[in-house]
Structures are given as C-alpha cells and as structure tokens.
C-alpha cells in the first residue's frame, strides 16, 4: 500500500468525495469519523495534526482506501524532549478509529502501523478506538513486546462507571414499537412525562435554530459547569472551551440536535446529540441541567424526545456513547466496548532519537515559556531537539544563544548567534548578539566587526554607535572612531546619517568627537 500524508485543511477540503465514499462502505464508521465532523474539529484545534491515507499504489488518479486521522503533542520533561502520537478526535471525540474500505482492510490497516513505526514518538495513545476485534489485532499485531510497552489505561472513574462500555439503542421504525421493547414501568413513565409537557402551558420544549443556538449553548454548559466545576477544578475551563468550540462547528455543519427543557421563561435542562444522517445515527454528547429545579426528571425527558425525534426521521440508532450508566439501559440498550491502550517504546525514547518536524511550533512555544519561567535546562532541551531536525531554525538559534549567554556559556552563545548571522545576516539583532558575546570573551577585535555590521543594518539605534564606539575606546583607537563610524554608514540615507554628517561639519566639534561618543 502506498500511503500519503494529509495535513492542510485544503488537503482535507479536496478529499471530501473520496472520504465520504469510504465512509458510507464502512460499517464500523461512525460520526466522529464522519469527513463533516472531523473537518469541523480539526479546523479549530491547537498544535498539529495529519491522516495517513492509504491506496493501493503511487497514482494522482486512485481514491484513497482507508483514512486515519492522528494529532501531534510534544512535551519536554526533565530535560528531554517526548512526542505523543494520540488519535485526532481526542479531546472531543466518544470515539475515534479509522475508516477502511472492509475488502482493503487486511493491506491498509497493517501499512497505517508500519507508517507510524516509521515516526518519531515515545508514546502511541490509541484511546477510545471503536472498531471490530478483528481490525485491533491488525493494527496492535505490529507493535510487539520486543520493542514496544504496551499499558491498558482504565476507565472506571471515581464514580464506578466504566467509559468502555458504550449502550446504543436501536431503533426501530416508529415510536410505539420503540416503547414496546422498554419495561412496562419506563414505557408508562415516558408517556406520562411527554403529555405532561406538551398538554401543559407551564412547560415546554424548544429545539435549537441558528437564531437561538448561541444562548442554548450557554445555557448547557452553564449547567454543565455548575454541575462538574468543584470536579474537574483543574480542567473545567479547558473542556468548556473545547467543547463550545466543537459544538459550534457541529452545529454549523449541520450535525447537532439540541432541545432546551423550559419552565416557563426559565431553561432548567439542556441535551445536546450529533446527528449523523448517513449512517442515520443519533449519538447523545451532554447534557445539563438546574439542580435546583423540582419537577418532570428533565434526563429521561429529553432523551424521550430526541429519541421520538430520530426515530420520525429515519434514524436508526440512539447511541449513549462512553459510560454504562445505569439509566441508559432502560432505553432498552445494548452496548458496545471500545479499546484504550499506551504503546511506549522500551528505550522510553523517540523513536530514531529526534522530534517529528511537525511539532516545531509547539516545541519552541513550550520552550521558551520554559525560558521564561527560569528553567533553562528544559528549555535548553527543547531549543536544541528543534535544532537537530532544522539546523537554520532561526528562532531556536536566537533564543539558545541567549540562554547560553545567560549560563554563563559564552563559547556556546557565540557559536549559536555566529550560526544566526549566516541564517539571518539581515537581521540586526542578531550581530549585535554576537558582537556583545564576543565583547564578553575579551575578542574586541571581532566584536568591533560584528558591532560594525549592527551599525550598517540598524543606522538609527543609538545602541549601534555606542557600541562600536566603546569597542574602540577597548581597544585604545580613539583616534578612529569617527572614520570607522562614518564608514559604517556610508551606504545608508537616514535621518540619523544626515544628523551624523551635520554633526561631523561643524570643525570645532571633531577634535573631541570620539570622547563625546565614547562617554
């Protein structure tokens, strides 16, 4: 198998057709494989992402049999550097998994692993991967113990729910048959709340348009919030803003079903589903409710509604997605299990010893916040692993050669800012680095050079003059000063040359120039 790699959103956009065509011959895909849900996403997370996408040979005119979407993380810790190769869905996404033509699948999904084998990465998290036994034994078989560590993460939280347990209901074609299959106690109970609601004028229900979408939202996590805030302290904020972001774009793709339980003027309840109308799935997301609200149990009620909803409609699963809640199954569910596992190389290192390229913007953010917190060793390690795979990373070179500076390293800071004035020799800054280094090392006669070529890049910094002109006194050359300045700035035109050149006319002043300067 030949395997491309997609990682541009217009890359993404021109796969649509291709994409969707695998899609609907899948039977395990589902609506966070969908090409319109993961476009979404993608468009609006940090850091980088990339499908691998699989067709039989090199050809432009092929389709492509097989898509899997994956994300880049790096992080640096005691001084080195790891990358983490997770799943493109995580951190929205219930699920997350591959599409594969089900013919191809015994050639693409082993050539998807031998690709990810070739990468640089310390840690694989296959997390939250829903597909068949069959195509998990082709994707693991490929990482053996010899080289790889593979720990099963557990998902049993706090509250003895189990997140790898996933109860779906099917649904049948209409309502009253959907009711049948529940006990008698649920279907009465289900009945008895929907009329309560519809017959009554102190409750209702409203469904989210373009128009409203926006404040229903904020309704639901503002439930959501009050609810998990004292929970998930730590992280609560993060997950708000993720999952308004993927909502919103969902909901724009046209992908969300979000009804508001209302009494009176006052929201009480909110539940938000994926719709995905070409496996014709509903997939329940969140939900969210007051706490202080005494009336109709707002849960069940709007899981009855978006239910009856689907089902009018011609869907035809009722998905609950993670977790194995016991209110789910008196929706008459069955459940699925889905797979979460590590896979970290035994060396505990990237493999091939560097960074993936990928990962370079996020790298140089992280290590220079690193910087900035005054942990130089992490930082450090974060400039020099850019460094190895991009040797002209201009950044990387100036912000080491400062830390070097800082040490004080100062043959090393010389090194990495002579290293900038070859990448960037137009960059001023850069020469007065390294003249200030060199100036620093007692090499007067090196740094009057560099502080020369500061000078011909940045004609109107005082800082530019003075320097060179210290330098100078440094090395006892009073009487050149003048001529090394003016020859510094010859080819310029600026304001500070012609103030230079006015200043230089006047013949009482420049017998004492040079210790005006120098002062």
């Known amino acids: 198998m030949h395997i491309d790699i997609i990682e541009t959103m217009p890359q993404l956009s021109r796969l649509e057709e291709n994409w969707n065509a695998v899609y609907d011959a899948d039977d395990e895909a589902q609506v966070y494989l969908s090409w319109q849900w993961l476009s979404g996403w993608l468009s609006c997370i940090p850091g980088p992402w990339f499908i691998l996408a699989a067709k039989e040979r090199d050809a432009a005119d092929l389709p492509y049999a097989g898509f899997l979407p994956l994300r880049l993380q790096t992080t640096i810790e005691k001084a080195d550097v790891f990358g983490d190769i997770r799943m493109a869905g995580n951190f929205a996404a219930d699920y997350t998994g591959l599409v594969c033509r089900t013919e191809a699948e015994n050639r693409v999904i082993p050539a998807f692993a031998r690709t990810i084998k070739q990468m640089s990465w310390t840690r694989l998290h296959l997390d939250n991967i829903r597909m068949s036994e069959r195509r998990w034994r082709l994707l693991t078989a490929c ?22 347990l996933c109860p779906y209901a099917p649904l ?32 209702r229900i409203t469904v989210a348009t373009p128009e409203t979408f926006e404040r229903d939202l904020k309704t639901l996590l503002g439930f959501w919030d009050t609810k998990w805030r004292a929970r998930k302290a730590d992280r609560i904020d993060g997950l708000i803003r993720t999952n308004s972001a993927m909502l919103t774009r969902s909901f724009q793709s046209g992908l ?62 009722y998905d609950f997605l993670r977790g194995n809640e016991p209110y789910k199954y008196s929706f008459g569910c069955k459940e699925r299990k889905i797979y979460s596992i590590v896979l970290e190389t035994r060396s505990g290192r990237n493999l091939g010893g560097r960074i993936d390229p990928r990962c370079i913007p996020d790298l140089l953010e992280q290590a220079t916040e690193l910087h900035r917190k005054g942990k130089a060793g992490d930082a450090e390690a974060g400039y020099r692993r850019i460094l190895e795979v991009r040797p002209k990373h201009a950044d990387a070179l100036h912000r080491l050669g400062q830390l070097l500076a800082a040490k004080p390293d100062l043959a090393g800071a010389k090194r990495a800012f002579r290293a900038l004035t070859t990448v960037r020799p137009d960059a001023a800054k850069a020469w007065q680095c390294l003249g200030q280094v060199c100036e620093r090392l007692d090499q007067h006669e090196e740094a009057l050079r560099h502080y020369i070529e500061f000078v011909r890049l940045q004609t109107d910094s005082p800082d530019a003059f ?29 304001a500070s040359v012609r103030k230079w050149r006015d200043w230089r006319s006047v013949p009482d002043r420049q017998a004492t120039r040079g210790q005006a300067i120098s002062a």
């Not at 790889?148 to 790898?164: G, L, P, Q, R, Y």
């Not at 209409?174 to 409750?203: C, G």
């Not at 938000?272 to 706490?291: C, I, N």
């Open 143 to 164: 990482f053996p113990k010899a080289g790889f560590h593979a720990t099963n993460v557990d998902k049993v939280n706090f509250e003895k729910i189990d997140n790898s």
């Open 172 to 203: 049948p074609d209409d309502w009253n048959s959907f009711l049948d299959q529940l006990s008698a106690n649920t279907r009465q109970k289900i009945r008895r709340l929907l009329k309560q609601v519809e017959a009554s004028s102190e409750y």
């Open 256 to 317: 969300v079903y979000l009804p508001t339980f209302w009494h009176g003027e006052r929201p009480v309840a909110a539940l938000a589903t994926l719709m995905e109308p070409r496996k014709r799935t509903f997939s329940f997301y969140m939900t969210g409710r007051d706490e202080t609200f005494v009336g109709p149990p707002a849960g069940m009620l709007l899981h009855a509604y978006s239910i009856r909803h689907a089902i009018e409609r011609g869907f035809v699963e």
């Open 466 to 494: 003075v320097a060179v002109a210290q330098c100078m006194v440094k090395l006892g050359r009073m009487a050149e000063i003048n001529a090394a300045l003016l020859a510094a700035i010859e080819p310029a035109n600026g």
